[in-house]
């Protein structure tokens, strides 16, 4: 996701296609090896959850670039919405259809909507059904998992759900330039092997941390799941502290129930 520090008031045209912009600028683009397993077929609406910074509006970008149509992105993470009012959701639909009506000469074609982390957005639901019943195709995010039991039982029958985790040992490969053939890795020696998953072990697979080479990213985004995410109504240090633990002792089996 953008991260924007312009607190300057924007007309709703103007903030929505820096949006498209955004959206569209596709710079190094991780090939995530879920995607082929992620079907794309079928009018259902598809929820891409998982961790923040593992990559979701990267994978919506991938994608993207497989579908024809009018593709609209909102970033519902920009605080700058909120100064919109609530004319901006018309504001997207009216854009929406009028570069469907440039590009086709006509009403006809798909509108795809993609939407990151929409539980920003207050009454999401009713909204993104409406969208969905006019025939959009809609994919969404979030890092909430609060949102995956509710987005299956607002939209029974008519939901697709993807969890995406931090990029796998394979992917985190093919980022250094080796690319696996086949389940024995045969194409890097063993020793220079195990360097690199030892590499990706301590410094795990966010994406950013991998491509910048930097481990301090990998603390900042502990520290921001666990004071925004799921924490509601814990002790936040108890947490801290329990995360630690487990991670220390991985190697054992443990049950919260």
Known sequence: MQNFDNKQKLEP????????????????????EIYPCFSLEGSEIKLISGP???????????????????????DFEDN????????????????????????????????FYFFDEIQNLQGWESW?????????????????????NEFSSRFPGRCRHLKLFPLSFKEYLLIKGNEIQGPNFLTTSSD?????????????????VIKNNDISLSRK???????????DGYDIQKLKKLTIFLISNMASEYSLE
């Open 192 to 208: 220079e092997l195990l360097c690199m998953f030892l590499q990706y072990f301590e410094n795990g697979g966010f994406p950013d």
């Open 221 to 231: 985004y502990f520290e921001e799941e666990l004071e925004k995410g799921d924490a």
């Open 13 to 32: 045209l103007t903030l929505i296609f820096s949006h498209q912009n955004f959206f569209q600028n596709t710079p190094d683009l991780i090939p995530r």
């Open 52 to 74: 923040a910074h593992a990559g979701k509006t990267t994978f919506m970008r991938q994608v993207a670039s497989n579908l024809v149509g009018v593709k609209i992105y909102i």
């Open 128 to 148: 993104v059904d409406r969208l969905h019943r006019q025939g959009a195709e809609i994919y969404l995010t979030s890092s909430r998992s609060k949102l995956i």
């Open 80 to 111: 700058r919405m909120q100064e919109l009012g609530s004319g901006y959701l018309q504001a997207i639909e009216e854009t929406a259809a009028e570069i469907r009506k440039k590009e086709n000469e006509g009403e006809e074609g798909q509108i």
